[in-house]
């Protein structure tokens, strides 16, 4: 999720026997003034599944809450104060400064890795369209090519399936 969307999301949007969060608004901090509004497009209202580790880091987290109401914001942070920490934790630990963000393209990028499609990812991510996913996330696509022939090659060949044989007569 975007970070405005982390910083605007209450145990109320977290299903956990479901397994999933609810993505309805966004934080922002306008003129020292926290402002709670809608996601950023329309497509970006969605509900993503969450694996239990997440699920279960969010629970722990939550049990430690003191005075927290199921509907005040989990994170009581601002954008700024998260971009601070990440530029901190970077530099105590000689990683390459990232933005908070770059998260949210390293989780887009894993997904695309693990094979999951364009559309699925564009959903997950609350894009507009497909395409702005698949512009955003080309460059890691081109390596699949490969593989597409290797699973044809593997599909049609005599030596791995005995009945398929596309040319009766012609073997490898």
Not at 47 to 60: E, G, H, K, R
Not at 145 to 167: A, C, D, R
């Amino acid at each position: 999720m975007r970070s405005g969307e982390l910083l605007a999301l209450t145990l109320n949007d977290v299903n956990f026997e479901a397994k999933t969060i609810s993505i309805t608004k966004s934080y922002a901090r306008v003129n020292c003034k926290d402002i709670i509004s809608p996601p950023k497009t329309s497509k970006s209202r969605r509900v993503i599944t969450a694996p239990n580790f997440l699920l279960d880091i969010l629970q722990d987290y939550t049990s430690r809450l003191f005075d927290y109401e199921p509907s005040d914001r989990l994170f009581e942070y601002s954008k700024h104060f998260l971009q601070n920490e990440m530029s901190r934790g970077c530099k105590k630990s000689g990683v390459k400064k990232i933005r908070v963000h770059d998260i949210r393209h390293s989780h887009a990028s894993l997904l695309i890795e693990l094979g999951f499609s364009p559309l699925l990812i564009s959903e997950r991510l609350g894009h507009e369209n497909v395409e702005t996913t698949l512009e955003t996330y080309a460059h890691l696509y081109p390596d699949k090519h490969g593989e597409v022939s290797s699973k044809l090659n593997e599909l049609f060949s005599p030596k791995t399936n005995p009945k398929t044989q596309i040319y009766p007569g012609i073997s490898e």
